[in-house]
């Protein structure tokens, strides 16, 4: 807002430039001083500014080639060359790629921070022209990017099948999928597929089927009806974080003293309604379910055309969702078809939730590696049916709301779960494996045994934060002299370390479900443990009561035990509690959402024939003769894979296996 300082500062950085004779540097300072003369008077002379620093840091392949392509694309769009706006839109998002491999996680935020209103300026640029498959595949560079970088480099998959490019110094990096991609695996699965994307102030939805067709609308005017559903949302979740919730809201139960300075134990005072009444929300605000399913269903009249409302509303099957940000709150399940009261979308649909179409390929069990080589994983070499973790007691977490920073410690009180007590026994029994409970449930033993679990369950508080990571479940109480802060309790960030195997992982614990909005996607408990390399979580959206959400759990394993994947157990349950009049509010049942691939039984491999290709974890490769954007030679690397403890370095030769160090 102050141009003509502006101004004086870009003249004297114009005048530096040329002292020092950097030419880039020239051309950037041109460009922008031209940016704050009148469009009309200066347009020549902004234009052969921004052409100038295109051209030159192309040639340098510089660290903002990406940002003066696109400056440079948006220049020759305005002007009507959109041919060759497109060339050089893609050009950006190449270079961005490209930059991305060899950065670390807080440099990459710092990109996607500053990339991401580019992307959604080239998503919108397409849209508008009607560019449908070229703005699917440019949104997968903004939405859920990071995530999908995390478990690539993270995670030992089959290579099969994909797109492997390499970056600076030798990196590795998954290209994001082509729409043909996605629809191959749609068709694989019968599978349908939502995906949502904030274009700046548009909002535009696709929808893709497993024969291939595709829709795409500009979903902007049910923007006012999706901002109310967020509002009633952060409404719910705020009142129940006052409610003492930093953890569930639960019947009663016998606390010790709390320490000096601690906050005292919260105690829901309600008494155990009869059989045949119907309970009373979390919450002391009946009407908050109806009010949500009336938003609910004014957001999905306004949100989906006719032609998919009749699709969703007679077909039923398989749905993947993609939402953005903030739209990871929402209940997708719990959606009316019609007026708050009809039928509801997970009536006849078996709904997952994922941060990006390219996570959603990440997890196909046909990538999964032979279990000889996970040999190397740290902890126990024991192989477990389930993990356990819950009936942690009152107690209280301290825990630096800022991680690493001295002074920003914050102490929350959670109180003793009757209903997590009875719920471990049941988990335990229809499950075995190890059960962490009590004072057993200490941070060094969940984390030993984590990675080797088929299905992980937790019965514990859970606390969300607005940095997503930082998010955390309440383990067993470590109050002594000396203990460091947030020792009794599992961060998102503590599982994005780990390397898991879980099919399932189920956090019955309040708000799980929730966490912060990133740059280019969401991120809470629930990504985390897709990073991590779980196959699907169980998360919940709002607290939970304590008694239902034992019910809840219990009907949900034995829908598993018939032999179901999760996605269909999931839909049984809430179907079950919706016709029970204890349970028919939904703010019992709407809350539970899967977040991953949970449209496969646990433990039962896909009846597809697995990927072709290498195994190994994108992290463990270096390719140090490659140039940037280099395709990766995965036919010459058939028979390369890598265990846990290996890594490996492609020669002119073939690859060089090492130990990892």
């Given at each position: 807002?102050?141009?003509?300082?502006?101004?004086?500062?870009?003249?004297?950085?114009?005048?530096?430039?040329?002292?020092?004779?950097?030419?880039?540097?020239?051309?950037?300072?041109?460009?922008?001083?031209?940016?704050?003369?009148?469009?009309?008077a200066m347009h020549p002379a902004r234009a052969l500014a921004l052409r100038g620093a295109y051209e030159y840091s192309r040639r340098q392949?510089?660290?903002?080639?990406?940002?003066?392509?696109?400056?440079?694309?948006?220049?020759?769009?305005?002007?009507?060359?959109?041919?060759?706006?497109?060339?050089?839109?893609?050009?950006?998002?190449?270079?961005?790629?490209?930059?991305?491999?060899?950065?670390?996680?807080?440099?990459?935020?710092?990109?996607?921070?500053?990339?991401?209103?580019?992307?959604?300026?080239?998503?919108?640029?397409?849209?508008?022209?009607?560019?449908?498959?070229?703005?699917?595949?440019?949104?997968?560079?903004?939405?859920?990017?990071?995530?999908?970088?995390?478990?690539?480099?993270?995670?030992?998959?089959?290579?099969?099948?994909?797109?492997?490019?390499?970056?600076?110094?030798?990196?590795?990096?998954?290209a994001p999928p082509t729409l043909t991609e996605v629809v191959e695996d749609l068709a694989a699965s019968d599978t349908h597929l939502l995906?949502?994307?904030?274009?700046?102030?548009?909002?535009?939805?696709?929808?893709?089927?497993?024969?291939?067709?595709?829709?795409?609308?500009?979903?902007?005017?049910?923007?006012?009806?999706?901002?109310?559903?967020?509002?009633?949302?952060?409404?719910?979740?705020?009142?129940?974080?006052?409610?003492?919730?930093?953890?569930?809201?639960?019947?009663?139960?016998?606390?010790?003293?709390?320490?000096?300075?601690?906050?005292?134990?919260?105690?829901?005072?309600?008494?155990?309604?009869?059989?045949?009444?119907?309970?009373?929300?979390?919450?002391?605000?009946?009407?908050?379910?109806?009010?949500?399913?009336?938003?609910?269903?004014?957001?999905?009249?306004?949100?989906?055309?006719?032609?998919?409302?009749?699709?969703?509303?007679?077909?039923?099957?398989?749905?993947?969702?993609?939402?953005?940000?903030?739209?990871?709150?929402?209940?997708?399940?719990?959606?009316?078809?019609?007026?708050?009261?009809?039928?509801?979308?997970?009536?006849?649909?078996?709904?997952?939730?994922?941060?990006?179409?390219?996570?959603?390929?990440?997890?196909?069990?046909?990538?999964?590696?032979?279990?000889?080589?996970?040999?190397?994983?740290?902890?126990?070499?024991?192989?477990?049916?389930?993990?356990?973790?819950?009936?942690?007691?009152?107690?209280?977490?301290?825990?630096?709301?800022?991680?690493?920073?001295?002074?920003?410690?914050?102490?929350?009180?959670?109180?003793?779960?009757?209903?997590?007590?009875?719920?471990?026994?049941?988990?335990?029994?229809?499950?075995?494996?190890?059960?962490?409970?009590?004072?057993?449930?200490?941070?060094?033993?969940?984390?030993?045994?984590?990675?080797?679990?088929?299905?992980?369950?937790?019965?514990?508080?859970?606390?969300?934060?607005?940095?997503?990571?930082?998010?955390?479940?309440?383990?067993?109480?470590?109050?002594?002299?000396?203990?460091?802060?947030?020792?009794?309790?599992?961060?998102?960030?503590?599982?994005?370390?780990?390397?898991?195997?879980?099919?399932?992982?189920?956090?019955?614990?309040?708000?799980?479900?929730?966490?912060?909005?990133?740059?280019?996607?969401?991120?809470?408990?629930?990504?985390?443990?897709?990073?991590?390399?779980?196959?699907?979580?169980?998360?919940?959206?709002?607290?939970?009561?304590?008694?239902?959400?034992?019910?809840?759990?219990?009907?949900?394993?034995?829908?598993?035990?018939?032999?179901?994947?999760?996605?269909?157990?999931?839909?049984?349950?809430?179907?079950?509690?919706?016709?029970?009049?204890?349970?028919?509010?939904?703010?019992?049942?709407?809350?539970?959402?899967?977040?991953?691939?949970?449209?496969?039984?646990?433990?039962?491999?896909?009846?597809?024939?697995?990927?072709?290709?290498?195994?190994?974890?994108?992290?463990?490769?270096?390719?140090?003769?490659?140039?940037?954007g280099d395709e990766l030679p995965l036919a010459a690397l058939r028979g390369l894979r890598l265990r846990f403890d290996q890594a490996a370095?492609?020669?002119?030769?073939?690859?060089?296996?090492?130990?990892?160090?």
């Amino acid at each position: 807002g102050a141009p003509v300082e502006a101004g004086e500062h870009l003249r004297r950085a114009t005048a530096f430039a040329q002292q020092i004779g950097d030419a880039g540097y020239l051309a950037q300072t041109r460009a922008a001083l031209a940016e704050l003369d009148p469009a009309d008077a200066m347009h020549p002379a902004r234009a052969l500014a921004l052409r100038g620093a295109y051209e030159y840091s192309r040639r340098q392949q510089s660290s903002d080639h990406w940002r003066n392509a696109f400056e440079w694309a948006r220049s020759r769009a305005r002007d009507g060359a959109h041919a060759e706006a497109d060339a050089l839109f893609r050009e950006c998002l190449d270079a961005l790629e490209r930059l991305r491999g060899q950065l670390d996680d807080a440099q990459r935020y710092h990109l996607m921070a500053t990339a991401a209103p580019a992307v959604q300026y080239i998503v919108k640029s397409l849209m508008q022209r009607d560019q449908h498959t070229a703005a699917f595949e440019a949104s997968e560079h903004a939405q859920g990017r990071a995530i999908l970088d995390s478990m690539f480099a993270h995670q030992p998959r089959r290579q099969g099948a994909r797109r492997l490019r390499a970056v600076n110094a030798g990196g590795i990096a998954l290209a994001p999928p082509t729409l043909t991609e996605v629809v191959e695996d749609l068709a694989a699965s019968d599978t349908h597929l939502l995906k949502l994307f904030f274009a700046e102030e548009r909002l535009y939805a696709w929808w893709i089927a497993p024969d291939g067709g595709l829709l795409a609308w500009d979903a902007s005017e049910s923007r006012p009806a999706l901002e109310r559903v967020i509002e009633v949302l952060v409404d719910w979740n705020t009142a129940g974080a006052n409610e003492r919730g930093a953890g569930m809201v639960r019947t009663p139960a016998a606390a010790p003293a709390p320490a000096m300075g601690d906050p005292p134990p919260f105690e829901a005072a309600r008494p155990e309604p009869a059989a045949a009444e119907p309970a009373t929300p979390v919450g002391a605000v009946p009407a908050r379910w109806p009010v949500l399913a009336e938003a609910l269903a004014r957001w999905y009249a306004t949100l989906f055309p006719a032609a998919i409302q009749t699709c969703l509303a007679g077909r039923g099957g398989q749905l993947v969702v993609v939402p953005h940000p903030a739209i990871f709150m929402v209940p997708f399940a719990a959606m009316p078809m019609g007026c708050a009261d009809a039928d509801v979308l997970g009536q006849t649909w078996e709904i997952a939730v994922v941060p990006s179409a390219g996570c959603w390929l990440q997890l196909d069990p046909r990538r999964d590696v032979d279990a000889d080589l996970r040999a190397g994983l740290p902890g126990s070499s024991a192989t477990l049916p389930a993990l356990v973790v819950g009936d942690c007691g009152a107690q209280s977490v301290t825990t630096q709301v800022i991680p690493g920073v001295a002074g920003s410690e914050q102490t929350l009180w959670f109180g003793d779960l009757r209903g997590a007590r009875r719920e471990v026994d049941e988990v335990r029994r229809r499950l075995g494996g190890v059960v962490l409970r009590g004072r057993d449930a200490l941070k060094p033993s969940v984390t030993q045994w984590l990675p080797n679990a088929g299905v992980v369950h937790f019965a514990t508080h859970g606390h969300w934060h607005a940095l997503g990571d930082n998010s955390y479940v309440v383990l067993a109480d470590t109050r002594r002299p000396g203990h460091e802060p947030g020792s009794n309790a599992l961060f998102g960030r503590d599982v994005q370390a780990l390397a898991l195997r879980a099919e399932l992982v189920v956090l019955s614990a309040c708000q799980s479900g929730l966490g912060g909005v990133h740059p280019d996607s969401y991120i809470g408990l629930g990504q985390s443990f897709l990073i991590g390399g779980a196959r699907a979580v169980l998360i919940s959206l709002w607290p939970l009561d304590d008694e239902q959400t034992t019910r809840f759990i219990d009907h949900f394993y034995a829908a598993i035990g018939t032999g179901g994947s999760a996605a269909a157990a999931l839909r049984a349950t809430q179907a079950a509690f919706r016709d029970d009049p204890r349970s028919a509010d939904g703010a019992f049942w709407a809350g539970f959402q899967l977040l991953g691939r949970p449209l496969a039984a646990p433990g039962r491999r896909a009846l597809a024939t697995p990927f072709s290709g290498p195994m190994f974890c994108g992290g463990d490769v270096n390719w140090p003769d490659s140039s940037p954007g280099d395709e990766l030679p995965l036919a010459a690397l058939r028979g390369l894979r890598l265990r846990f403890d290996q890594a490996a370095i492609l020669g002119r030769d073939g690859p060089t296996v090492v130990a990892k160090r």
